[in-house]
C-alpha cells in the first residue's frame, strides 16, 4: 500500500484461490481465482455464459467483510474514488450493483 494511500477495499486476488480478497457468489454464480490477470499472478473470472451476465460480491451487508470494514458499507467523502481494472472478452453481459444508502441497490 502506498504511503499516505487509505483503501476501504483493496483486493488483488494475489492470494490466489481461496485467499481473504476471494469473492463469493451472489444468485448463481460464484466468481473463481485464476491466472490470466491484467498484472500480476491472479485474476477474478465471473464466468457465466447461460444466464445473461456474470454476478459475484466483495462485500454485502455482512457477507465478505475484511479487517476494518462494517457491514453499512464505507463513506464516500473518506473514501471518493473507485478504481477497477478489467479484461472484459468480447460479447461479455456483466452487471454491477451499487447500494446508494438513500435509494437501495442501484
Known sequence: EPAGIKYYDLDTFEGGPGSWDDWSGRNYNDPV??????????????????????????????????????????????????????????????NMLIYVNISGWR
Not at 35 to 44: A, D, E, I, K
Not at 48 to 69: C, H, I, K, M, V
Not at 75 to 87: E, I, S
Open 33 to 94: 481465482v485464476a491466472r490470466s490477470p491484467f498484472c500480476g499472478m491472479w485474476s477474478l473470472h465471473m464466468r457465466d455464459t447461460a444466464y445473461g451476465g456474470s454476478w459475484g460480491r466483495n462485500f454485502e451487508g455482512g457477507s465478505g467483510l475484511e479487517p476494518g470494514q462494517t457491514s453499512s458499507g464505507f463513506d464516500t467523502k473518506a473514501f471518493p474514488f473507485m478504481c477497477m481494472a478489467y479484461r472484459v472478452p468480447p460479447d461479455t453481459l456483466a
